[in-house]
């Protein structure tokens, strides 16, 4: 299929078959697998995972892909679902899901936090990103690309960067390196948030200004007393903090013991 590239889709397709291989390789797809691909686009991950597997769901928003992909996968075993990522309702495929994709970089971000949402159906997830979020998405504490988004991906999931992939093994070949990452979604959580949206608030709060310190950033949610009964200095900065921090000071603000 001739396909130009949609800019608004962030379309960039994947055309190494040398990456391709090792991608396969890092899903490891079994037969029975309930696996889902986003942004399919002209099938580099679809075609190799329609040969491992007895169903692939496949989620797409180009119109004039889903055309093409109704003739060129005619009779073999895939769902096709027309729809953004972004809105569709994974759990309505089941549990013991398995998601994949070349996720299109200019919503990457959102589709991840739209994931976290139905991780209670998602055994596993791998995708292809711009490198720079993969790095933000497994950074430690304390170093620069550590922030909002590792603290809340790492809440819910054990995440490793598997492969570095050059801007060429792409057409058209993006600005920016890529990389492929496995999140894996803990069995127990580490560190319970006893409300996840006063934890994500706080997250949200102590990055909303990251020079600043987190007696600035928490301004109004925890005051000098709350820092000294959790012994965390208000000096310090939000990218200074654990992921297990985060949560001591969500619970802390939870029981009302800083009013």
Same mark, same amino acid.
């Given at each position: 299929?001739?396909?130009?590239?949609?800019?608004?889709?962030?379309?960039?397709?994947?055309?190494?078959?040398?990456? /391709?291989?090792?991608?396969?390789?890092?899903?490891?797809?079994?037969?029975?697998?309930?696996?889902?691909?986003?942004?399919?686009?002209?099938?580099?991950?679809?075609?190799?995972?329609?040969?491992?597997?007895?169903?692939?769901?496949?989620?797409?928003?180009?119109?004039?892909?889903?055309?093409?992909?109704?003739?060129?996968?005619?009779?073999?075993?895939?769902?096709?679902?027309?729809?953004?990522?972004?809105?569709?309702?994974?759990?309505?495929?089941?549990?013991?899901?398995?998601?994949?994709?070349?996720?299109?970089?200019? /919503?990457?971000?959102?589709?991840?936090?739209?994931?976290?949402?139905?991780?209670?159906?998602?055994?596993?997830?791998?995708?292809?990103?711009?490198?720079?979020?993969?790095?933000?998405?497994?950074?430690?504490?304390?170093?620069?690309?550590?922030?909002?988004?590792?603290?809340?991906?790492?809440?819910?999931?054990?995440?490793?960067?598997?492969?570095?992939?050059?801007?060429?093994?792409?057409?058209?070949?993006?600005?920016?390196?890529?990389?492929?990452?496995?999140?894996?979604?803990?069995?127990?959580?580490?560190?319970?948030?006893?409300?996840?949206?006063?934890?994500?608030?706080?997250?949200?709060?102590?990055?909303?200004?990251?020079?600043?310190?987190?007696?600035?950033?928490?301004?109004?949610?925890?005051?000098?007393?709350?820092?000294?009964?959790?012994?965390?200095?208000?000096?310090?900065?939000?990218?200074?903090?654990?992921?297990?921090?985060?949560?001591?000071?969500?619970?802390?603000?939870?029981?009302?013991?800083?009013?």
């Amino acid at each position: 299929m001739k396909h130009i590239a949609k800019k608004r889709f962030g379309q960039n397709f994947l055309t190494d078959q040398g990456v /391709i291989a090792s991608l396969i390789m890092a899903i490891a797809p079994k037969a029975d697998d309930l696996m889902v691909e986003i942004g399919p686009g002209l099938g580099a991950l679809t075609k190799p995972l329609l040969q491992r597997l007895n169903l692939l769901h496949v989620v797409e928003v180009d119109r004039d892909i889903i055309a093409w992909m109704e003739k060129a996968y005619l009779n073999q075993a895939i769902s096709i679902h027309s729809a953004d990522a972004l809105k569709f309702d994974f759990t309505s495929l089941g549990h013991n899901l398995r998601v994949t994709g070349n996720l299109p970089y200019n /919503i990457s971000t959102p589709i991840l936090f739209h994931l976290l949402d139905n991780v209670a159906a998602i055994t596993d997830m791998h995708f292809m990103l711009q490198k720079e979020v993969v790095e933000r998405m497994v950074a430690s504490p304390s170093t620069p690309a550590y922030g909002r988004l590792s603290v809340m991906l790492q809440y819910k999931l054990k995440m490793d960067y598997l492969i570095t992939v050059p801007p060429e093994a792409f057409e058209p070949a993006p600005k920016v390196e890529s990389a492929f990452v496995r999140c894996v979604p803990h069995a127990t959580l580490p560190f319970v948030a006893n409300d996840e949206r006063i934890f994500a608030k706080v997250v949200l709060a102590g990055f909303g200004q990251r020079r600043k310190t987190l007696r600035n950033t928490l301004k109004g949610l925890l005051n000098d007393e709350g820092f000294t009964a959790l012994n965390i200095s208000s000096q310090l900065r939000a990218e200074n903090l654990s992921v297990e921090d985060f949560v001591r000071i969500s619970n802390y603000l939870s029981t009302g013991a800083h009013s």
